[in-house]
């Protein structure tokens, strides 16, 4: 920290060197940690208050306490959008819910900086003019979007950033990648000696920019040499709803294990199954993605692979901050590493 102090001949200020907290300790005769937890406000230790007046006292002196004023005095004011794209989805689930919260949480470590957050739904009313008008700095897309939808939010100059599992190419993305976690499905399944593997989920991509997982079924099929059935694969947006209603064609085909693109898909599978009283795991197995909080207490529990959601977010906000005060001229991908977590949709022993 630079320090000033006047020269009492000609009263005029003049620069002195870098202030560090081991100058003050030195003068105070306390070691560094001391003085960093005083000056920091860390109550986790009981420090005297006679050790922390002469803290303050020495600090002020060399000018530490002024600098550090005027610089928290002048934050840096940034306003975030989260903008929730997701396709036929109105409000954020809970998989979106998380990320958010690591949006919000990494702000925490930016205290020179007064970052405020809005969230945008593309199904609000005014959602276009509210983003347009909204003076943003950063925009977060969140979920899967419409290319006409995306070209327009392109067209604001907003700096944009993705996070979720199906990047954007173009701009910064923090992704954990569904299409690569969707041949994972297809690898642990075949390792137990399931033959034939169904796929629930977005199959036809028309005007979505961002969907790849059943792009990552498909390489599955391809690595573990399982021949493609097209009366396997059902085309569904990511419901519970949806997962009861169209469920039932694909069990006609006879599948001896379903890959759920999400697990709000899966939890309306797993219904319908029981419904009609098909045995999970020993008839149907059934597989998720995502790891959503409801998936662990389900009966049976369901078998998904865990996403870092609130990593994806934290990280999402740094990305896109060290952008903003660094810029640059290329896009960055930071893709954070899913995990499988095997539980009772698909846990049977002894099954050929």
């Given at each position: ?312 977010g934290r990280f999402a906000l740094k990305a896109a901050l060290d952008r903003r005060r660094n810029p640059r ?24």
């Amino acid at each position: 920290m630079i320090a000033y102090r006047k020269d009492k001949g000609t009263g005029k200020n003049f620069t002195m060197k870098k202030v560090l907290l081991s100058d003050i300790a030195r003068e105070c005769g306390l070691s560094v940690s001391t003085v960093s937890r005083v000056l920091s406000g860390d109550d986790s230790r009981r420090i005297r208050q006679e050790t922390r007046d002469l803290i303050y006292r020495k600090a002020e002196e060399l000018g530490y306490i002024r600098e550090r004023i005027s610089r928290l005095s002048k934050k840096e004011s940034i306003r975030v959008a989260t903008l929730f794209l997701s396709d036929h989805e109105s409000l954020p689930s809970p998989f979106f819910s998380e990320i958010i919260d690591g949006i919000k949480t990494a702000s925490a470590s930016y205290p020179d900086a007064d970052i405020s957050f809005t969230l945008l739904s593309l199904y609000d009313s005014d959602f276009y003019r509210n983003f347009s008008e909204g003076g943003f700095d950063i925009a977060i897309i969140l979920g899967r979007v419409r290319k006409d939808v995306l070209r327009r939010i392109r067209e604001s100059g907003v700096q944009l950033i993705y996070a979720g599992l199906n990047g954007i190419e173009g701009m910064d993305q923090v992704i954990s990648d569904a299409r690569s976690g969707c041949a994972a499905a297809v690898a642990y399944l075949a390792s137990k000696g399931r033959k034939r593997i169904a796929f629930m989920g977005p199959a036809e991509k028309q005007d979505l920019e961002n969907e790849y997982r059943y792009e990552g079924y498909l390489e599955g099929l391809k690595r573990c040499g399982i021949p493609f059935d097209s009366s396997l694969v059902e085309d569904c947006y990511l419901s519970a709803e949806e997962g009861r209603e169209k469920a039932a064609r694909i069990i006609a085909s006879h599948p001896d294990a379903i890959i759920c693109a999400n697990d709000n898909l899966a939890l309306g599978v797993i219904r319908l199954l029981q419904d009609r009283g098909i045995s999970i795991p020993g008839e149907i197995a059934v597989t998720g993605f995502d790891n959503i909080e409801a998936s662990a207490y389900l009966k049976p529990s369901l078998t998904t692979f865990d996403v870092p959601k609130q990593e994806l977010g934290r990280f999402a906000l740094k990305a896109a901050l060290d952008r903003r005060r660094n810029p640059r001229d290329y896009s960055i991908r930071i893709e954070l590493p899913f995990r499988l977590i095997e539980r009772e949709s698909t846990k049977e022993d002894g099954h050929v």
